[in-house]
């Protein structure tokens, strides 16, 4: 799923602006040198604004690493954007918070760039200037960026992205993450909230129109879709949702539990989709959302263990909550062997 990241931010209107359009992370610039470097004092009272879930990423270029640790610290922010020189070494000093950003030249020597594999969470592509480290406004060529995807670390692409390229930029890339600062900016450091909303439109529009072609490549790949009328696949899907729902309600919105509560509505969401996908999907893709909410349901389990160890939750939560999801993996294995028997079945007619 495509996540929108809005960078350059300097105040509370635009911050509130790009999470009710629809932003996953905001960017805060601490580099001295860029025009839209905020204060960490103003950039904490942001990020203690924001509803939960919502990622504060830090942008430093070239910064003492003590600085970025006490900055991160203060303010609270969830991911460390490195834009400078930084080395493969500093970036795993930082890790599992650093993303690192490349600025992209023609001449570029993809192969390099393998040494950030494992030492960070994502490469950040922008356009490669001299008088900049980054923010710009000017696009690379994204041809690059489907070659770095090859490395199979994630990629942010970032660099002249505006409202009337960003359909364009999605459909060839397929990046991880969308990084757009200037290209919705009345000044440095201000957005125009118009263009802001014409940008989250054209995002919308495209994951529409992939979503169709998805729906294509499987009518391609599995032949036409059957619809589910099964009352026993209902049953079930009802089922796993329920016990999902239990969960996710355990879980309050509290600091300690966000990375279990988001793991449980990761399941959720995928669950929904399964659910409500019948007439839409074919079995095969049903089994592969089941999949990924059964893998969500292993890893908030790991985690209620270390909210355990941890004292943020006590052992009758800890039990409660872990007999739920375990009866939850059970009906998604369950849900599971019926798709495949019910897609062995189609194959043969």
Known sequence: MLKVKICGITNYDDAAMAVSLGADALGFIFAPASPRQIEPATAADIIRRLPPFIKSVG?????????IRDVSDYCGLDIIQLHGDETPEMCESLMPRT????????DTDISQLQVYRGKTRALLLDTYSEKAAGGTGKRFNWDRAVEIKRLDIPVILAGGLTPSNIEEAIKKVRPYVVDINSGIEKSPGIKDHELMKELFQNIGKEKIENRKRNIGKSKEMYGPIKHFTDIEAWKLAKELRVELYKIARLLPPDEKYNLTSQMMRSAVSCTANIAEGYGRFHYQENIQFCRISRGSMYEAQDHLITCLDNNYINKEEYEKTNNISTNAIKVID???RYLKNKSKEQEKQ
């Open 99 to 106: 993303i690192k950003a490349i600025r992209v030249k023609d």
């Open 59 to 67: 942008v430093f270029v070239n910064e003492d690493i003590k600085k």
């Open 334 to 336: 369950g849900y599971i």
